[in-house]
């Protein structure tokens, strides 16, 4: 079957930090994942580059929006290797061939009838490109994610009919409960739906820097429909002479940020009905990294808010978990904890994670550390510890221990034994509950599945002492049973730990003769009908950092 998963879009008029890292990681764990059932997979990253915000920030620069976003991108696709990222493509929406597919597509849309000439009045925030309704609209008059001062602006543009679809929307939410998850996000974007739908700006008529609308050279498409479009429009050229449309449409996740779920929850499912398209399957909404910022960083002042001064890519044209990033140790004992802003400064660069831990412990901790789907916090301190208590005692040292044993007592081989039909017992349908977890995209959940077995292996170790079984020669056989079981249980944590680890669980199932990834090795004892090669020995996964 087709799998088709793509991360948000992000914005390029800032470097990438470790939110971009969140959302890119989460979706290659779903590939991986989904390429171990043997499914057909696709999936799809990139970088938004029109806009508003991009433009101000190359005039700032000096420089064009096109070289800023060339630097940019550059840098968002040099992050994908360190992660260990297997994404199938890389858009960018300043790509000639993705625009033509816009104009394309939204041509299609006012042929429909779905856009008509009109003035728009209304309160705008330049970062997150968007005209608020009163509703949105925060104490102060302000952005309630920015917290900067909103800006009025009045505009001859063309108009989407949103309002028209305030009752396909909501017979949408009321036959597919799964639509959004996790549950509270598929409510909230409910009820933003049930305070009634206006009609939204297409185009920009002020801004040169966006899609050329081709009925009226005088306007660029509005940056959100531009970007929303990203998820159809790669599949017609991500692979040359190929339209993959038919193959991998509709998506199976959007995973997003919840700073830009109005756009994706309400905008997106419209614009697609009102193009004929078929929506996609499921939407899920991950929450902020929280960290204290720095005492008296990132004031905002009236011009910074005018113009997005300081970069922040915070919920802006697809930027995905876009303030939501890794910490530095900053702020005082008790600090408050708020989302990660470059504006703030309590974001952290990811390859400097990457280079301390090793991009499997990133990824890692990550998903342990905070429910996915969730608000939680992050530290510096926090990698330091799910690195050394849980990589490197419970699942490194446990690795170790095993195959040292295996080669000391039986010099790396263990053909015959039988398997402890107890512990067997534990690991009873444990691939089918992940597998089902991963429909539901529950990361930290299925992760927490995996880990009960591994820190029930290590209690296995101190329950059978195989040391002590190996003193008496008359317990052989129940010695090769112990460390025959031990193998095969680490050898099924480890295929299911595959996606989340992949650097490290190629390492150790190399060491134990047993290459092989797909899920249907992962049942407890699927490996024990052919000759298992000899267990070599392995340097520490996770050594001391």
Known sequence: MPFYVTTPIYYVNAAPHLGHAYTTIAADVLARHMRQRGEDVFFLTGTDEHGEPVALAAEREGTTPQELADRNAARFQALMPPLEVTNDFFIRTSDPRHERKVQEILSRVRDNGYVYEGKYSGWYCPRCADFKTEAEIAEGNTCPI????LLWE????YFFALSRFQEPLERLYSERPDFVLPAHHFNEARSFIAQGLQDVSLTRKTLRWGVRVPWDAGHVFYVWFDALLNYVTALSFAREGEDLLGRFWPADFHLIGKDILKFHAVFWPALLMAAELELPRHLFVHGFLLSPAPEGAGEDSAAQAAVGADGDPAAVEGGAAAEAGAPVEAGAPGAALEKMSKSRGNVIDPFDIVD??????????LFREVTFGQDGPVSQAGFAARYETELANEYGNLASRVIAMVVRYRDGRLPGAELD???AGEFLGLHERVAELMDGARLSAALEEIWQRVRRLNRYVEERAPWQLARDPEQAAELE?????????LRVVTVLLA?????????LLA???????????APFGAATEAEPGPLAELAP???KV
């Open 421 to 423: 039909n107890e512990l």
């Open 541 to 543: 996964l996770f050594p």
């Open 499 to 507: 996606p989340f680890l992949p650097a490290s669980t190629e390492r």
């Open 356 to 365: 301390t831990f090793g991009a499997d412990a990133l990824r890692y901790y």
């Open 146 to 149: 920015h917290h900067i001062p």
């Open 511 to 521: 060491s134990l003769g047993r290459p092989e990834l797909a899920l249907a090795a």
């Open 481 to 489: 049973s112990v460390l025959a079981s031990l193998v095969e249980g």
């Open 154 to 157: 009045e505009e001859e543009n």
